[in-house]
């Protein structure tokens, strides 16, 4: 299994500015992923970051809105840039490993921005 | 169309009951494979179960089943015995294609708010 520490685990900020969130797993994993959950709603994908190349977005989010890295096989941040309080959401970071078809999850970071 | 259809946004059972949370899901490839998580209100998400569209048995795993009949499409979660620990959301995901890479991003459905009561 892998174990993925998220931080921070909640923000407050104010409208206009960026908050990198950093997803650290403790082994090293192939893809991983950023979901957002919107107060009272499911889990929807931003991207899925891939080491050594550009980060793959869905349909609906921009990189210049997220921008992603992914520097080694086990680490990756998310930015939310230039916040509204339409991003008062929770973000969760995921991977999967090799041998394991479950996703594992990072305890998520609950952001409001004000 | 959807892709995981959870229909039940909110259940209320009592303390000791079996429940069922009902998923049906929609793909067109053969290699998939479903999954049940579990939040509870700290936000974090705790995999459950896990079944894949080749096998041949329903998964089992403690107080957790997955009810999982093909030809409809649907993947149900009983919960046995139900605990007051067991409440929180509950979402039915899915990953197509399957594989033991781990590779492949999830599809959620909604998910269903389990409360149990006293």
């Known amino acids: 299994s892998a174990v993925i520490s998220q931080k921070p685990s909640r923000d407050i900020c104010q409208r206009g500015t960026s908050l990198t969130i950093q997803c650290q797993v403790d082994?090293?994993?192939?893809?991983m992923f950023w979901y957002r959950q919107q107060p009272g709603q499911s889990l929807t994908l931003i991207a899925t970051a891939n080491q050594g190349s550009e980060a793959t977005y869905e349909s609906g989010f921009v990189i210049d809105k997220f921008p992603i890295s992914r520097p080694n096989l086990t680490f990756s941040t998310l930015t939310v840039s230039n916040m509204s309080p339409e991003d008062s959401s929770i973000y969760l970071c995921?991977?999967?490993?090799?041998?394991?078809?479950?996703?594992?999850f990072g305890q998520g970071t609950r952001l409001t921005v004000v | 169309a959807q892709k995981i259809t959870q229909t039940q946004p909110g259940m209320f059972v009592q303390e000791k009951e079996a429940v069922t949370l009902d998923c049906t899901y929609d793909t067109s490839d053969p290699s998939y494979g479903l999954f049940w998580y579990k939040q509870p209100s700290s936000g974090e998400m705790i995999f459950l179960i896990y079944q894949g569209s080749y096998d041949q048995q329903n998964a089992t795993e403690g107080r957790y089943s997955l009810n999982f009949q093909k030809a409809r499409k649907s993947a149900n979660l009983v919960i046995s015995a139900s605990q007051l620990g067991d409440s929180a959301m509950y979402f039915c995901?899915?990953?197509?294609?399957?594989?033991?890479?781990?590779?492949?991003?999830?599809?959620f459905g909604t998910g269903t708010r389990l409360t149990i009561i006293p």
């Open positions: 082994s090293q994993v192939t893809m």
């Open positions: 995921s991977a999967g490993t090799l041998g394991h078809t479950e996703a594992f």
């Open positions: 995901a899915m990953r197509e294609p399957i594989s033991n890479f781990g590779n492949e991003k999830l599809t």
